[in-house]
């Protein structure tokens, strides 16, 4: 939505750069374009906002630092290491912003690829967040194996202090049944853990928040909505996750019941994917929104004001990246909670 | 007035009467966890937990209206 948005309006400033006799790759053209019009006021805030999608390649600040391969699926694989190479390749070209089949290039609406895989920066800094989890969870438990009895140092008390708040805070009050607390714990801290790192990456300069994207936040979702009904169908049965979808109203109001259940198991994981998304997005915007302000004044005097909003929101931003991750973890764990609750809880609550 | 106008002035309004909404919303909730809190100081912790998944619910609900303003405003 944003995104697409974002993407046409640096094809504009590719098809500005490709009129004065240059063709670049896509990004550069997008910085260049940038420093021309630095001074008229109303591309800074398109170029800002265009940093917040995806690219290929890795910008910190004015610098590439590298280029990311390009992937597509169309009858066949399709492997570029960088965009130049894939406009050098001549089967796809670059049409506002979208990569399109350069046979199709003249009709009204190009055709694109079946499938685009490319590596983007939202999925590099989701791989990097990856690892990092991976490279400290290992540590820490490596460590843990290795000396049980020994009282934990160091990184082993930070995990261990989350893994604690996550299982005795968020999981164990609202999942009633201990079998699926013991089975479910380590889930939910991967969960916490992760939406927090990419979060946090974010905030890095020149990181990417990976979580700002609808595919990410999207992707988790949709974990989160099998790991709701697979968990409800392990615990009560089957025939009782059938049974819920009457939400305990007598069998005759079953034509109107069933379909709002249904929508209802469904919206859940939708607004878990629009509420991470839009809140990481918000933070963005609003950051790159005042730092666009003082482009487009271009005077020194409110430079104090700008930095010391900037700070305040970036200071915001830190508590929403913990917040948000808390959020989400502490809503799937409320809705599986909710979708196991049927025997002899107090039954349903929405 | 041209259609983008009416676009634009739809999306700021709905911005506008969004933020009224979500902040009567929050505040509303804010207002009685505290009185909440003021009764029974020992439960803070739970009030805080609810408020807080409250709070986000609430949100939730502003930031579909916000998005569906900036859609407004990006798609003219």
């Known amino acids: ?350 | 007035m041209g259609s983008a106008a009416l676009a634009y002035l739809g999306a700021g309004l709905g911005a506008g009467i969004t933020a009224l909404g979500a902040g009567l919303g929050i505040g509303i909730l804010a207002s009685k966890a505290l009185e909440a809190i003021g009764r029974q100081p020992e439960a803070t912790n739970k009030i805080q937990t609810a408020m807080i998944i409250s709070a986000a619910l609430i949100e939730g609900v502003a930031f579909f209206a916000a998005v569906i303003c900036l859609l407004l405003t990006l798609k003219v």
């Not at chain 1, 049974?243 to 109203?249: I, V």
């Not at chain 1, 963005?284 to 929101?313: E, K, N, R, W």
């Not at chain 1, 913990?322 to 049927?342: K, R, S, V």
Request: proline share 5%; net charge neutral.
């Open chain 1, 1 to 350: 939505m944003v995104k697409d948005s974002v993407t046409t309006n640096s094809a504009e400033h590719k098809t500005d750069a490709s009129h004065t006799g240059q063709t670049q790759s896509h990004s550069t053209a997008t910085h260049e374009t940038a420093q021309h019009s630095g001074g008229e006021g109303s591309d800074v805030f398109s170029h800002l906002f265009s940093e917040l999608g995806d690219h290929n390649g890795l910008i910190i600040g004015p610098y590439k630092v590298s280029e990311l391969p390009m992937i597509f699926y169309h009858d066949q694989f399709y492997f570029y290491p960088n965009e130049k190479a894939m406009e050098q390749a001549g089967t796809f070209s670059f049409h506002h912003g979208h990569p399109v089949l350069t046979s199709t290039l003249n009709q009204k609406e190009p055709q694109k690829p079946s499938f685009d895989l490319s590596i983007t920066n939202f999925v590099f800094f989701q791989w990097l967040a990856m690892f990092l989890i991976m490279a400290v969870l290992l540590f820490v438990s490596r460590k843990f194996k290795k000396n049980p009895l020994k009282a934990p140092s160091g990184l082993q008390n930070v995990v261990d202090a989350f893994y604690c708040f996550v299982r005795d805070g968020v999981v164990k009050p609202n999942i009633p049944s201990a079998r699926a607390v013991k089975r479910l714990s380590p889930y939910f801290f991967t969960l916490f853990f992760f939406i927090l790192v990419m979060n946090m990456l974010g905030l890095i300069p020149g990181g990417h928040t990976a979580t700002s994207t609808v595919g990410v936040t999207g992707a988790l979702a949709i974990t989160a909505f099998l790991v709701i009904n697979i968990t409800a169908m392990r615990e009560s049965g089957v025939g009782a996750w059938f049974k819920h979808l009457l939400g305990g109203a007598p069998i005759y109001l079953a034509p109107i019941m069933i379909p709002i259940e249904i929508l209802s198991m469904f919206i859940k994981p939708f607004a878990l994917t629009i509420r991470l998304f839009a809140n990481m997005v918000a933070g963005h915007v609003v950051l790159l929104s005042l730092l666009g302000l003082l482009f487009y004044f271009q005077m020194f005097i409110i430079a104090p004001a700008i930095v010391g909003f900037s700070v305040f929101i970036y200071v915001i931003e830190l508590l929403v990246v913990f917040l948000q991750a808390f959020i989400f973890t502490m809503l799937t764990a409320i809705f599986t909670g909710l979708a196991i609750g049927e025997h002899g809880h107090e039954g349903h609550a929405h």
